[in-house]
T-cell receptor, first 111, second 115 residues
Framework: GENVEQHPSTLSVQEGDSAVIKCTYS??????FPWYKQELGKGPQLIID?????GEKKDQRIAVTLNKTAKHFSLHITETQPEDSAVYFC??????????FGAGTRLFVKA | GAGVSQSPSNKVTEKGKDVELRCDPI?????LYWYRQSLGQGLEFLIY????????KSGLPSDRFSAERTGGSVSTLTIQRTQQEDSAVYLC?????????????FGPGTRLTVT
């Protein structure tokens, strides 16, 4: 089945710097790649997603890139702010119902 | 509008007791999903419903776990004879459909502690 690896597990950056989180997957048939942000005590919330026919997508300070050949995709957050501090999960879907999540990255943004 | 709601928000139970966790999806969402999140870990997929049907139950950890959905809306996850390793946050999500790009909206979760 699909396997998703996420790195790093913890990331600490200074406010204003950029943060990059990377994920790799194993199933070449995967076609939908969402990213979720989870704050303490809350459920995950979708922040950006990308489909397999697109290489890059941007939404304000957040961008996602996808390399289907290498089977990896990345989340980029620019001009980080303290409120970006949370756990971020990548996920992969293979055309069906099942979404496989990465193990998560705990991001700390220091003011 | 209202999002996905789950109840109870916290549940403490003794080992060996049964528990029921409830999920109210967003109105009109046909697909519903259950996940388990252990402390500091990612999300483990348990089961999904399309309408009232659960075609694939292979993600359930053991036969002590069961789930049902009635009226295409509310779903209940039942854990029988709870064990300490069942302690986790149980998350429910719903989406408009099962299509690959159909966004899942998550509830706040139920934190289950088995003592």
């Amino acid at each position: 089945g699909e396997n998703v690896e996420q790195h790093p597990s913890t990331l600490s950056v200074q406010e204003g710097d950029s943060a990059v989180i990377k994920c790799t997957y194993s199933d070449s048939a995967s076609n939908y790649f969402p990213w979720y942000k989870q704050e303490l005590g809350k459920g995950p919330q979708l922040i950006i997603d990308i489909r397999s026919n697109v290489g890059e997508k941007k939404d304000q300070r957040i961008a996602v890139t996808l390399n289907k050949t290498a089977k990896h995709f990345s989340l980029h957050i620019t001009e980080t702010q303290p409120e970006d501090s949370a756990v971020y999960f990548c996920a992969v879907r293979t055309g069906g119902f099942k979404t496989i999540f990465g193990a998560g990255t705990r991001l700390f943004v220091k003011a | 509008g209202a999002g996905v709601s789950q109840s109870p928000s916290n549940k403490v139970t003794e080992k060996g007791k049964d528990v029921e966790l409830r999920c109210d999806p967003i109105s009109g969402h046909t697909a519903l999903y259950w996940y388990r999140q252990s402390l500091g870990q990612g999300l483990e997929f348990l089961i999904y419903f399309q309408g009232n049907s659960a075609p694939d139950k292979s993600g359930l950890p053991s036969d002590r776990f069961s789930a049902e959905r009635t009226g295409g809306s509310v779903s209940t996850l039942t854990i029988q004879r709870t064990q300490q390793e069942d302690s986790a946050v149980y998350l429910c999500a719903s989406s408009q459909g099962l299509a690959g790009g159909s966004e899942q909206y998550f509830g706040p979760g139920t934190r289950l502690t088995v003592t």
